[in-house]
């Protein structure tokens, strides 16, 4: 398995507007929700100590998390100096209401999201801040506008997991089998190359480029050494080519969400031009 040891996390250019983040970040949500129990926090806040002073500073969260909570450990973890640390992000664009998701993107809602989410995280900027995922309803230049006094802003549709497997397509009876013969040659593939298949996944997206920075997720300190490992895996063309034909979309068995799930492909918004005139 690579190993954390002494590795260096480097630093990368995210997006054009000047933020600089660790190039692997920390994702967040499964300290507070959607993955059993939350977290004890003590724990938790110990974790997110420990990713900082290993060079991952950019802690990704959304205020749907919990929902709210994880925002506010978030907060208790960033006293005392840490803010000052790190870059911080959180999203909006998600509320839950009787176990069911709504989506947002109007002025007045994202305004209220944003100030919510400050108070949340008792900071006085946010240094990315998202929307998870779109409002169809609204053009994005309208659910862009309200942010630039607050933030400095990054438009992108975030693709985090927010499910239970059992309710992926990928995961259904009717497609596990095959995924699973998929797993396991890239299980084969990391044992060659010595290191753990989340690993060479990991290396994966950090070979797509020195603007391309991943969150995985973790609630455990070996899990985030193990992560940080992933950062010394080299792979050469060949193996990158091997990986891609692995877990190529025609590949891999059913879709990553279920219906009713938006993704980029099914997220377009109207024009402005259409929005004024119903102004």
Known sequence: ???EGSVIVPRIKLGSQGLQVSAQGLGCMGMSAFYGPPKPEPDMIKLIHHAINSGITFLDTSDVYGPHTNEILLGKAL???MREKVELATKFGITISDGKAELYG???YVRAACEASLKRLDVDFIDLYYQHRIDTRVPIEVTVCPLFPFVCLYIS?????????VYLPRFQPENLVHNKSLFERVNDMANIKGCTPSQLALAWVHHQGT?????PGTTKIEN?????G??????TKEEMAELESIASA??????RYGSGVSTWENSDTPPLSTWKAAA
């Open 211 to 215: 603007d391309v920075c991943p969150i």
């Open 250 to 255: 025609d590949a891999v068995k059913g879709d």
């Open 106 to 108: 109007d002025p007045a």
């Open 1 to 3: 398995m690579a190993s």
């Open 79 to 81: 006293k005392d100096g």
């Open 224 to 228: 985030l050494n193990q992560n940080i």
């Open 157 to 165: 549709l975030n693709m985090v997991l927010q499910s239970l497997q």
């Open 230 to 235: 992933a950062l010394s895996v080299k792979l």
